[in-house]
């Protein structure tokens, strides 16, 4: 599967209303529906089989986020779950992802994160172990 910076990855696409998703990927192994502070309602589609999970949100819910937790992904042409956080940020320089934050998480991990791509790479122990994407 290869992720797009702010569209989606693979066939997924940002913005996807929740049936197409499932039409893609199938039954979801676990739903849940998590009621926010706005009283707006984000449903949760977990592919713990595709290490996916997929976050739908707004009036009629479409495709916000994805967490993406399956090491065969690539991104920018490269395997990303191979490269160690010094790869992964010149990777992302190299093609004009020049502003980045870094911050460890209370839980432990190390976030790594690319503003103007709405992408955060999640380190534990040094080993890349999840990429949050959005829009």
């Known amino acids: 599967m290869e992720i797009k910076i702010r569209q ?12 197409e998703a499932v039409a893609l990927l199938g039954t979801a192994n676990e739903v849940e529906n998590i009621d926010n502070a706005a009283d707006e309602t984000t449903t949760v589609l977990r592919y713990t089989d595709m290490g996916l999970t997929l976050f739908f949100e707004g009036e009629n819910p479409t495709l916000a986020c994805i967490d993406v937790a399956n090491e065969d992904c690539t991104l920018l042409g490269e395997d990303v779950f191979d490269l160690d956080e ?42 890349l172990v999840s990429i949050i994407l959005g829009a």
């Open 86 to 127: 010094r790869q992964l940020v010149q990777l992302m320089v190299k093609n004009n992802y020049t502003e980045q934050d870094v911050d460890e998480e209370d839980w432990g991990e190390r976030r790594v994160s690319f503003p103007e791509g709405n992408i955060d790479f999640y380190y534990d122990e040094g080993e």
């Open 8 to 19: 989606g990855l693979g066939e997924l696409k940002f913005n996807m209303p929740v049936e």
